[in-house]
Each structure stands twice: as C-alpha cells, then as structure tokens.
C-alpha cells in the first residue's frame, strides 16, 4: 500500500500541473494546445517527477539523475507543468509556450538545464532512443534508470516495434516505459484506427507488461511505477495505464475534439472551475 | 591518432573500402574506449566480424532496423558513448532521414553514420541498392558533416577526425576492390579543407570520393594535349571549401564536379549553389549519375554509361572548354 499522505501530495501536484496546462493552453491562443493527450498522462508525470525519479532542478545535469523520455511529444504541456512544478522553468517563462523564440516549443526540444532531455515530438522515436540511453547508463554500470511516456495511438509507428525488440534483446531492465492508453489519438479511437491487442504484442515482445486499470488514480500509479522501478526481471518494462484523455476537464473528458486545438475564453474559465474542486485540501 | 597504417594501404585497396573501414574502426576502438560500433544485421557484408570478436561489448547489431540503428545510436550518444552506425548506402541516410533529422541532427548529438557501398557498385543487384542519392539526403540536415573520402588512407583519416568531431557525421563510403592509393604517404586532413591534388588553369576536376582516381586520370590525358588541369579533392561535401571555390573560379575557365550521385543535391549541387551568389564565374558541368534510375549492369558498365570514366571526363572537358 502506497503511503496515504504521498497519494494527497501528487493529487494535488497532479492539480497544479493539471492548472499549468490549461494556463499555458490558453496562452498560446489561436496557436492551440494538445490539451487531452497531456492531461491524460498527468499523474504518469506527476509520479515520476514528485517521487520516484532521483532528479534535482538545481542540478539538472547531476550524471546520476533519472532520466525522462516523453516520447508522445505532443503530451509536452504535461512534461512542462512537471518542470514548473519542480522549479526548472519560472512561471514567466511557462506563459512563453509557444511564443515567438520561446524554448518551449509544441514538441520538448532538448534543453538540459530546463530539465528537457531529449527532442521528441516525431512519435516513436523516443522510446527507441531510450533505449538507446538505457543501453549506455548498462555500458557505463550506471544505476539510473530510464522512464519513457509512450501514446496507445504512437505504437502504430514501425519503429516502436523495433524499440520493442531493441530494448528486450538487450535486457534493458533498468528502462521503465508507461503508454498513457487513453484510446483516442488524432483522428479518432485507436480501436478505430488500429485495433490490436496491445498487452499481448508487448508481451510477446519479450517485455515485463502491467496492466493499470486506473492510470489517473495517484496511488495505483504510485504502486506500479514502485514495483516496475525495483524489478530485476531482466527485462524492460511497459506499464500499460488506462487513462481518460482530457482527464479533469468536463468538457474534454473522452473527447474526439480536444485532441488538439485552441481553447476559448469561456471553456478557460469552465476548466479552471473544474480544477478549484480538485485539490484535496491536504497539501 | 595511431601510427598511419601505411603498411595496409595495398591491402586496403585491393579489399575495397569496407575492409579499410572496418580495420580503421578496429585501430579506433583500440584507442577510444567510449567508442562502439552499431549495424543492422551486416556484420560480414561491412567486414566487422573481427571488430565483433575483439569488442564483443561495444559492437551491437539491431537487425535490419536501419530507423531503429539510428535512433538507438542517438540515446548512446546522449549519454556519452561515441556511436558508428554502419549501414548499406543506399538504406542510410534514405530509410532513416527522419531519424537522423529529428534526433541526430536536430539534438545535435555526437554520433557517426557510415553508408558503405555507397553509388553504383552494386551494379548487378539493381537499383534498390544503389545509393545515388545520399548525399542530397543528408545534406539537408541541419548539424551534418558530410565527408566522401577518396582513398584507403583517407577512409582511415576521415574515420578519425569524425571521432575527434563533436557533432553528426555521414561518411559516405565507395570503391570497390581494387580502387587506387591516391595517397601513398601520411598527408594533411581536415574536415572541410579540400586538397588540390593537383594544380591546373583550364578546367578543374571536383571530385568526391573514389572517382578522383578517374579525375586524376583525365587531367593526365588532357595534359598530354596541352591543357591544364587542376585536380580538387572535395572529400567534405558540408561543410564545403568554399576558399578553394573562389580560387578556382578565379583561375580556372571551366568546372567539372564529378561524384557517383545524382546531378540533384550532391557535390555538383553544393557548387552550383555557392557560385550562384557570383557574376562572372566559370561555367560548370556535372559528370554525374543524371536524375534517373539506373540499367543494371557491372559497376564498369554503370561508370561508363554516366559518363564517369577518364575519357569521359576528358571529352567532356574538351567539349565545353
């Protein structure tokens, strides 16, 4: 059982972060903002950064840090919320989202000392080059690990499937993947788009596979990030968490249209309305 | 850098460049010990197995993965291993230039892609093995160096300099068995500095990797009829010479770019592109691969059917001069 005091304090993360990404939504105006694929993946994020990645923002280049892949790049809002809320970008610079020479581009683009570790944003391609950093901390007998964010709709990409067989060949157990399974990407449901059983194709792929049923609740992300973290199966690891695109927001809930586009004043106040009644009042 | 393998340069060109490459990223790895090689499911087509059997922990294979050998060598290089990926010419950079864009190029990450058997010298297998194109690929990526060198030796040399480069590499690799020691002796080389091979006030011969030995050819024939050549050795194709550029269109009356690509985007592209910005310069031609799909035939045949062989060279000289 995960510790009941750290649940009410990544719940109320997960509702600050939740805030971040509407404000920095709402800043960048007619340019639009991937409101429901980051909002689904908020507590993946909140977990990892405000518990179980070893990182620290006054040191971002610390060699033993734990490093964080967001492969589904367009979840960046998630990613950057994350990085406000641990103190690697001032809130002056989170409304620069989007903005004309901003570092905080629609897609992460590598920037260390921001706490952006690598470019992504063309979707696949992050896991595989996890595995790649996963491969080099075994090379070097390093003991950080690497967590990577993957989208349901992001493994119809070929390379995903190389990853796959990548990251299980060469046993990188120490390579801990989450796919945010909201099961709405682009231009409809997965099951729409490309229907296939996922869990077993990760399974098949040589992968330690968990299934996470309530993938936007605080503790049982907790517990399964826990479990993934410390085990020594020899494999890498995929969590597969059921998650709610749009998660928090009324009005984006399991919504085809808040896939990505920009968001009304009236629908900001609405969102912000929704996340006042989200805090526990704990922290 | 070790001591110049002058020793091999006979064996070396009597192999072709696969094994003067393999053999240069042995003596490296002997040297650099964050160094690996990657290769997607070539170990003896690229000569590697005895780098596989001497470095069993730096030397990955990730199957004919080209896309997934780039990104994989991306997350090494993150970390501070120095990755060579080595792949087919003609399936790097084609197959994964979204790969090396988005993560080699645009993170600007310390890794180097090595395309062996690059142009035409696959002749009988057919077009889907040749790479006649490359070259265009990746230099439209942004970070690139680009380097095609000419020689044995150069093989080596370009492979070490890459190594002591800071940034995204494509070495472009071609000659067969048999292809010529143009430089016998331990010779000055840098990335980006082109060597004059020769010097010549008529035409000028540019050339890019393994086709020097034909440019050097041509200016012999010409020079017996009286006319000079100079003979460039553009072994960096980007960043490109652009010094020994103004000096040629300076002195020389016509320019001949000659390379084993197509005539779009290659090295004949990167010196239209920069004489384009002057009045007054010599005209150019390409002795190239044109813009089409290949015949098949022998690598002779090929050469010979572009125009690419010293005659050629010659009867295009002298028809435009």
């Given at each position: 059982m995960v510790n009941q005091k750290l649940v009410e304090i990544i719940q109320d993360k997960a509702a600050l972060m939740r805030r971040d990404v509407i404000e920095m939504g709402y800043a960048a105006g007619g340019h639009g903002a991937h409101f429901g694929p980051a909002l689904s993946s908020i507590e993946i994020v909140a977990s990892l950064f405000f518990e179980i990645m070893h990182h620290d923002s006054g040191n971002p280049r610390m060699a033993e840090r734990d490093r964080f892949v967001l492969s589904k790049g367009h979840a960046c809002l998630a990613y950057y919320a994350a990085l406000v809320e641990t103190g690697y970008i001032t809130k002056e610079q989170m409304y620069t989202f989007k903005g004309d020479n901003s570092f905080l581009s629609g897609h992460p683009s590598l920037n260390i000392k921001y706490g952006l570790e690598v470019s992504t944003g063309?979707?696949?391609n992050g896991l595989a080059i996890a595995c790649g950093m996963a491969k080099a901390a075994k090379i070097k007998k390093e003991n950080h690990k690497v967590y990577c964010v993957v989208g349901d709709g992001e493994c119809n990409a070929g390379i995903i499937w190389e990853a796959a067989m990548n990251g299980a060949k060469n046993k990188l157990d120490n390579l801990v993947a989450i796919i945010d399974r909201n099961g709405v990407q682009l231009a409809g449901k997965t099951s729409e788009i490309m229907d296939f059983d996922i869990e077993a194709a990760w399974k098949a792929f040589g992968w330690e596979v968990f299934v996470l049923?309530?993938?936007?609740?605080a503790s049982s992300m907790l517990e399964a990030l826990e479990k993934m973290k410390n085990s020594n199966s020899g494999k890498p690891h995929m969590i597969i968490a059921d998650t709610v695109k749009g998660k928090g927001i009324s009005f984006m809930e399991d919504s085809l249209s808040w896939h990505a586009r920009p968001m009304e004043q009236e629908q900001y106040e609405q969102a912000v309305s929704d996340l006042e009644n989200a805090f526990t009042g704990g922290n | 850098m070790s001591n110049m393998p002058i020793d091999r340069l006979q064996k070396w060109s009597k192999a072709g460049h696969r094994t003067a490459m393999a053999e240069s990223l042995e003596l490296l790895a002997s040297e650099m010990p964050e160094m690996c090689t990657i290769t997607a499911d070539l170990t003896p087509t690229a000569r590697l197995t005895k780098f596989k059997e001497r470095y069993p922990d730096r030397f990955f294979d990730v199957g004919i993965a080209e896309q997934n050998l780039i990104d994989f060598s991306a997350g090494l290089a993150k970390e501070g291993i120095l990755p060579f990926a080595v792949a087919l010419a003609a399936m790097v950079p084609m197959r994964p230039a979204e790969q090396m864009r988005a993560a080699l190029g645009y993170m600007n990450l310390n890794a180097k892609v090595i395309g062996f058997e690059a142009g035409v010298r696959f002749g009988p297998l057919g077009n889907t093995h040749y790479a006649m194109d490359d070259i265009a690929v990746a230099r439209a990526i942004p970070n690139f160096t680009i380097i095609s060198p000419s020689d044995p030796l150069q093989i080596y040399k370009t492979i070490f300099a890459a190594a002591e480069h800071d940034g995204p590499f494509y070495i472009r690799l071609t000659g067969g068995?048999?292809?010529?020691?143009?430089?016998?002796e331990d010779f000055d080389f840098q990335i980006g500095k082109a060597i004059e091979y020769r010097p010549g006030n008529d035409v000028a011969f540019i050339s890019t990797g393994s086709l020097l030995g034909e440019a050097i050819g041509a200016a012999d024939i010409l020079q017996s009829k009286g006319i000079s050549a100079r003979v460039v050795d553009m072994h960096t194709i980007k960043p490109l010479d652009t010094n020994i550029l103004d000096k040629v269109f300076a002195q020389n009356k016509l320019i001949v770019t000659v390379e084993e690509h197509t005539s779009i985007g290659g090295l004949g592209g990167a010196v239209a592109e920069y004489k384009s910005?002057?009045?007054n310069t010599p005209k150019q031609v390409m002795a190239s691969l044109g813009d089409k799909f290949q015949k098949l035939g022998s690598y002779e045949f090929l050469l010979k059917e572009n125009g690419l062989t010293a005659p050629d060279l010659v009867a295009l000289a002298e028809t435009n001069l």
């Open positions: 063309s979707l696949g049923t309530k993938g936007n609740d | 068995p048999g292809f010529p020691v143009l430089y016998p910005r002057f009045e």
